[in-house]
């Protein structure tokens, strides 16, 4: 095995009878809490309401802020943590889904920081990896996806250069996360099955470009597919099922703590950087979605250039039980087997179904490979130019959905 460092700081509260006890941790922690939402359906299921009344029987002070947008924009990130600023606040509460707390996390940090713009800290800016600390932070997931919940990363976007990078320090890991799937119930299909691509590509992108050093770490992740890949069509069919939901959200949160890549050599990431290069390019997709969309397609280019053939075989075999015994065969037969499971939960789909129109392939590939690469390549599996991270588009177009 290889060496690593792991570090998880960040208490979690799992269940609707942990209430008082996360309120009493953010009494116990500051006076002023700054809580941030984003478009309003925390406070159409009464969330926020009970929150607040929770933290005015507990003697907190509190601000509340509204609006973050889905991909969180940087303008308003600084005018939440100016506004924070200005009221004083000593921590920072997020309720609502990935978005609403990559926005905390860069508050807290900005805030900390006494800094107005949070852009300049980004991947590929000038101030990147020079934060030094952040204001405590608590959270609420309303989602089950991007494990936000006790990450150090922030993910932001810039809409008028179609960007969108991250932020991370160990100390943007949340303090304190209440996990209640109860309030994930009023979710609508669409947004559960994001979330599940979202949870699968945590631990894909280790599993399938890593190495097999740690045995432990391949049986986690596995552990993590076989639970998505059982649950989210069966909660699909019953969206107020609140022990599904619980599974799923439970599973989000251990597929992005480390312990995935623990032990062996880790991944860059490569499809993230690819997708958060198409949702900064159109704001509206949900990054689960978009990455759901390019998994056929690059399990496929990495078969056809023979390229982790035996992890994706070992995929097939103890994720979707096929049967070949040659690695070749078994990987292609574990591709289409997950082709058809992405069919089944409305996942399977082009870029154009997207929003991605194929004249933007060049731009986003571009912007790629220069952010997240050395300007020439991307560091994926070989590393890929811009006009192979193109092909993967081509070919993620190619895609149909059911019936289409």
């Known amino acids: 095995m290889h060496s690593f460092a792991l570090h998880m700081s960040t208490r979690l509260l799992f269940g609707p009878e942990k209430e008082a006890d996360f309120i009493s941790s953010i009494a116990s922690t500051g006076a002023h809490v700054l809580v941030v939402i984003g478009g309003g359906s925390v406070e159409r299921i009464g ?41 004083g606040v000593d921590s920072v509460l997020a309720i609502g889904g990935g978005s609403v707390m990559d926005a905390s996390k860069a508050i807290a940090a900005l805030i900390h920081e006494n800094e107005a713009h949070v852009w300049p800290f980004v991947t590929g800016q000038p101030k990147r990896g020079t934060m030094k600390g952040a204001l405590p932070i608590f959270t609420i997931p309303t989602t089950a996806a991007t494990a936000s919940e006790l990450t150090p990363h922030a993910v932001i976007s810039k809409p008028e250069e179609q960007g969108k990078c991250a932020i991370s320090y160990p100390f943007l890991q949340p303090l304190v996360s209440w996990l209640n799937p109860e309030f994930h119930t009023s979710l609508p299909a669409h947004v559960t099955a994001d979330g599940g691509a979202d949870i699968l590509s945590h631990v894909f992108e280790n599993y399938i470009l890593g190495d097999d050093a740690s045995p432990f770490a391949d049986r986690y992740s596995e552990g993590v597919m076989d639970t998505v890949i059982d649950v989210l069509p069966r909660l699909l069919k019953e969206l107020h099922n609140v022990a599904y939901r619980g599974k799923l959200q439970w599973v989000s949160a251990m597929a992005l703590n480390s312990i995935q890549v623990a032990g062996r050599q880790p991944s860059p990431f490569p499809l993230h950087a690819i997708e958060h290069s198409m949702s900064g390019y159109h704001p509206a997709l949900a990054h689960g979605r978009g990455l759901a969309t390019l998994f056929p397609a690059y399990f496929r280019m990495l078969l056809d250039r023979e390229e982790h053939v035996d992890r994706l075989a070992q995929f097939g075999r103890r994720v979707f039980w096929v049967t070949p015994q ?24 082009s870029m154009e179904d997207i929003g ?30 811009k006009e192979e991270v193109i092909e993967l588009f081509n070919r993620a177009n190619e895609q149909k959905r059911p019936n289409a």
């Open 326 to 349: 040659e690695d070749q065969a078994a990987a292609l037969a574990g591709i289409e087997a997950f082709e058809e499971w992405l069919r089944g939960v409305d996942l399977y789909q």
């Open 47 to 87: 969330l926020v309401d009970r929150v607040l009344k929770g933290l005015d029987a507990a003697g907190v002070q509190h601000t509340l802020f509204r609006g973050i947008e889905p991909n969180p924009v940087d303008s308003t990130i600084d005018r939440a943590a100016a506004e924070g600023k200005t009221a």
């Open 356 to 385: 991605i129109p194929e004249e933007a392939f060049d731009s986003i590939a571009n912007y790629a490979v220069n952010v997240y690469g050395n300007g020439k390549t991307l560091p994926v599996s070989g590393p890929w130019t």
